[in-house]
């Protein structure tokens, strides 16, 4: 249905009471992972992940597992798009053809790679690394 909103009350409900009354891991477990689908879903990675890594303490379940696994996939995946730009991109390379020139190939290879984090697109950023990997005689 896809209110969340509600989904996380009714587990923060549940929550309370699997820990007032007869203390069962297994609900606790399952209403703490089920919250954290909740957060999941509204964008809330962070807290999502400590939710889910909570609840494996209480409950340590496969499906679970999976599903910490699949936040934290996409966790890293959203944070590398969110790293991503052209424009500082040939910054690094600008920079990185200087310290080529200057014969500081270390630097560069550094430059060259954190401009292709920028812009894993950027041909040039791999044949100029490429070329100071050549100049050190390193194979890559």
């Known amino acids: ?52 890594k909570e609840a494996l303490l209480e409950f340590n379940d496969y499906t679970i597992k999976e599903a910490l696994k699949k936040v934290q996939k996409e966790k890293a995946k959203r944070d590398a798009e969110a790293y991503i730009n052209p424009e500082l991109a040939e910054q690094h390379k600008e920079r990185g053809n200087e310290l080529f020139k200057a014969g500081n190939f270390p630097d560069a290879i550094k430059e060259f790679d954190e401009g292709l984090k920028r812009d894993p697109n950027n041909k040039f950023l791999y044949s100029n690394r490429t070329f100071a990997y050549i100049k050190l005689m390193e194979p890559v």
């Not at 209110?3 to 923060?12: F, L, N």
């Not at 009471?17 to 297994?26: I, L, R, S, T, V």
């Open 1 to 52: 249905m896809k209110d969340y909103d509600k989904t996380i009350g009714e587990c923060d409900k549940v929550i309370q009471m699997a820990k007032e009354g007869p203390y069962d891991f297994q609900k606790l477990g399952k209403a703490m992972a089920r919250k954290a689908n909740a957060l999941f879903m509204q964008n809330k990675f962070d807290e999502s992940i400590a939710l889910y």
